[in-house]
């Protein structure tokens, strides 16, 4: 196997340095800065694939045709927007190369997830790090838009999308101010964990000013900080945003029955019904996608207008 791949990689490459890149608009050069450095592109990539779902959902999003998609996790809000033809390239956390390779894509995208496969990838085709920072999850949105607006000439676009979500924070922030505290919860194979500021979900407290019950926890093990019933019953916040993993990764959603037990119906947050189960995709596997950053926004805008 490890022959074969290496026999694609170098076929690519030739393919590559013969200007094999039939299918492209190749233009003037264009350089992009990424998480990983700088990668120069020869044009306008027409043939691209992607390791992440957040880096489809924001060129899908711009109109820009994606050729290869991850094989795992797909979101439901997306399942519809990707193409009858488009190719499964490996799960999130290892691209399958060999099915790259073979596709000769004029670029491949990656991010935090599949981040370490860059110098491999980089070996195939132009591969861009579109990993964002969760300290400035919105901000970090809006700039991979950008990046690919100027990347696929689809900068008035980008424009429009951009300025759309300034508005929605906007009107999610506008919505939850005044409205009290809120926590973050994340519910895995019947745990809990919560998320803190500095954690993937800090743009609800940072973006929203939603006021946070917790001071610093930790994002470890991708599921926060372990709590128990007993203290989300003592912290008590107003409200209470729920991550469901389990129906985020595509397996069966426990949320709702895990938080229907007689200590959590003593909170506020139950007693108010303020609990928003945020879309469970959107909410783990692709937050840093435009799409679905805007189907939570969405969920919070409704549950905050109904508690008014």
């Not at 979101?75 to 519809?80: F, G, N, Q, T």
Request: aromatic share 6%.
């Amino acid at each position: 196997m490890t022959r074969l791949c290496t026999s694609l990689i170098l076929s690519a490459c030739l393919a590559l340095a013969m200007g094999g890149f039939g299918a492209s608009v190749w233009a003037a050069p264009i350089t992009v800065p990424h998480a990983q450095g700088e990668t120069v592109l020869p044009g306008v990539p027409a043939k691209v694939m992607v390791t992440d779902w957040a880096a489809f959902d924001n060129l899908e999003a711009l109109g820009v045709p994606v050729s290869g998609v991850p094989a795992a996790a797909t979101p439901p809000y997306l399942a519809r927007r990707i193409g009858a033809d488009a190719q499964r390239i490996g799960s999130l956390q290892e691209p399958d190369m060999e099915a790259i390779a073979a596709a000769e894509p004029d670029l491949v995208i990656v991010a935090s997830r599949s981040r370490t496969a860059l110098p491999t990838l980089s070996q195939i085709a132009p591969t861009l790090d579109m990993s964002v920072d969760n300290a400035d999850l919105a901000g970090g949105v809006k700039a991979s838009l950008q990046t690919y607006g100027r990347v696929f000439g689809r900068e008035a676009r980008a424009g429009e999308l951009v300025a759309a979500l300034d508005e929605r924070i906007a009107q999610a922030r506008a919505a939850m101010a005044g409205k009290g505290t809120g926590l973050v919860l994340v519910v895995n194979g019947g745990r809990l964990g919560v998320y803190g500021p500095g954690s993937r979900v800090a743009w609800i407290y940072d973006a929203l000013g939603v006021p946070s019950v917790l001071g610093d926890v930790s994002d470890r093990d991708h599921g926060g900080d372990a709590v128990s019933f007993e203290y989300l019953l003592e912290r008590n916040p107003d409200w209470l945003f729920v991550v469901d993993r389990d129906a985020g990764i595509g397996n069966e959603g426990t949320a709702r029955q895990v938080l229907d037990n007689e200590l959590i119906h003593g909170t506020k947050f139950w007693g108010k019904n303020q609990i928003v189960f945020l879309d469970p995709a959107a909410a783990y596997v692709t937050m840093h996608g435009y799409s679905g950053l805007m189907l939570m926004l969405d969920q919070i805008i409704a549950r905050a207008r109904d508690a008014s």
